[in-house]
């Protein structure tokens, strides 16, 4: 699912729900996470303290995001309308490889 969004979370009262965006890393500094998402778009994420970083199930550092690479952000909106992004996960690409092929 390059570029969209799903909702991963139930709205409560009050609370903005959390959504989840993917696409390509195009810049990461110690607040700011930029994704190329659908069309070209370039998506910005505020990055803090309780922002998490995984691989699989795995918590990494967030120094293991590199431009380039495919991620899935879940994020929610802030009072002043920028996106907080929660949880960071690198995206694999699935091998075609390992369907075998009859013949």
Known sequence: MVGGS??????????????????????????????????TNTLVFHCSKKTKYFDGDKEIKKDAI????????????AGDGSMDALNVRLEHPKSEDATPVER
């Open 6 to 39: 799903r909702n991963t979370q139930q709205p409560s009262m009050g609370a903005t729900p959390a959504v989840t965006f993917t696409g390509i890393v195009r810049g990461f500094d110690s607040k700011l996470l930029n994704i190329e998402g659908p069309e």
């Open 66 to 77: 590199k431009s380039d690479v495919h991620v899935s952000v879940d994020a929610k909106r």
